[in-house]
């Protein structure tokens, strides 16, 4: 990367990108600043494990829970290769037919207008996410983990773009949607970095920026961090309108109610089936249709969200779920998640000249890694027969140069361990039918 890219790249990650050189006249002039900051997000995810390494205390994550993250980072992208972001689609459809008025687009009011306005939206569709249960069945992925890191920053939901794009749609009457598209971007950004334990307190700062110390409470299932600090950028939102809560007791995060897996789609659509299964408990048409507009902890006799109060109680003692598995377990799963992404970096720099159903075909590929990787994390029973079938298809995909190796001289040997991968899994997947038979007979 050229100097000024990686200036760009890394201020545009806490938002000190200026006006003048970030304001663009059209949508496809806007640079692809989340994407640019790849780089940055593998750095600072590798500086945050050194660090933590070397300082004493509790570890900051296990390798299950982070590949986790990075597993529900990679679905949540899988939707734009087929449409762009329902954001700024819709963005671009409500400016385009019922506009009010034209805020000059080059103007550093309108830009710093806009850098408001995406930020306040931002509060409301954080909130509402967690304020209705159905909203909340997507954004709970981005809770799900039991650590608090970087990469925690990177789990996200599947499904959350097709509503979140709702709320910004008043900003869409006036502010031109190349803005739009630079600050959408901005916000996301920033909050990445906030995600980890290593920072405690930034002073001053505290009092208008949402920091790692707001933040940490957001993900925590304490009863005094429940729907709070809601903010993106700027933590006055949540000042304003009562939702902020200073640190205080240990946090301890993840969901109230931890899912114990870490299988990509069981963390993406749980808590859509688990929100079925409670409406199917209620007899009337309207209890039926609350279950799902209501607040995740609501009940018969209980305000719109619920009772938090009889939530489980947090002792400060609880252990993250993280049954031991064994390291060649672990070093397998590693290298075939790295070949992974070699494959899904590709597919996105070539989408614009594959296929429709070449991309169908490799998106499929892409969920089949990542869940059956899952089940072997998760050690299901079934694990050895669906990554025999998923080591059938990779062979496949090699045979037909639609897998690369990372680097052309580790060609013969990664050739070598995918057919050797298969092997290992059809033995798991026959040796227990032989056991079986044998005894039969």
Known sequence: MELGSVSTGLRSMFVMLTPNESSFQKVEDVPPYVQQATPFFIGLMLLELV????????????????????????????????????????????????????????????????????????????????????????????????????????????????TSWIFYMPMALFLPPSLFAVHIQLNLLYQFWIHTELIRDL????????????????????????????????????????????????????????????????????????????????????????????????RLGTGRLGDHSKNPKITGKEVPYNPSWSHHLQVYVVIHFLLLVGIYEELFQNKMILSQLTILGMACYVLLTLTALGYIMDQRPKAAVLEMLRCVVMVILQRYGYMKPLLPSLAVPTEAFVSLSLLYWALQTVSPLLSIKKKAD
């Open 51 to 162: 660090v933590g390494t070397l300082k004493a205390g509790p570890p900051l994550g296990t390798i299950r829970d982070g590949l986790t993250s990075l597993f529900a980072g990679m679905v949540s992208r899988l939707p734009m290769l087929f449409m762009r972001g329902c954001e700024l689609t819709a963005y671009m459809y409500v400016w385009d037919q019922y506009r009010l008025v034209e805020l000059p687009w080059d103007s550093p009011w309108t830009w710093w207008l806009t850098f408001l306005g995406v930020d306040f939206c931002y509060y409301w569709v954080h909130r509402f996410a967690h304020e209705v249960a159905f909203l909340w069945a997507s954004h709970q992925v981005h809770h799900s983990s039991e650590f608090y890191n970087l990469t925690t920053a990177l789990r996200q939901s599947l499904t959350q773009q097709f």
């Open 203 to 298: 002073g001053p700062l505290e009092w208008i920026f949402n920091t790692p110390k707001h933040h940490r409470v957001h993900h925590g299932r304490n009863l005094y961090c429940i729907d709070k600090n809601y903010g993106g950028i700027l933590i006055i939102w949540d000042r304003l309108f009562g939702t902020f809560a200073p640190e205080a007791d240990k946090v301890v995060y993840g969901l109230v109610f931890p899912i114990k897996t870490f299988e990509t789609l069981r963390v993406q659509l749980h808590y859509y089936l688990y929100l079925k299964k409670k409406s199917n408990t209620f007899k009337t048409i309207s209890n039926k249709v609350l279950t799902f507009l209501n607040g995740p902890s609501w």
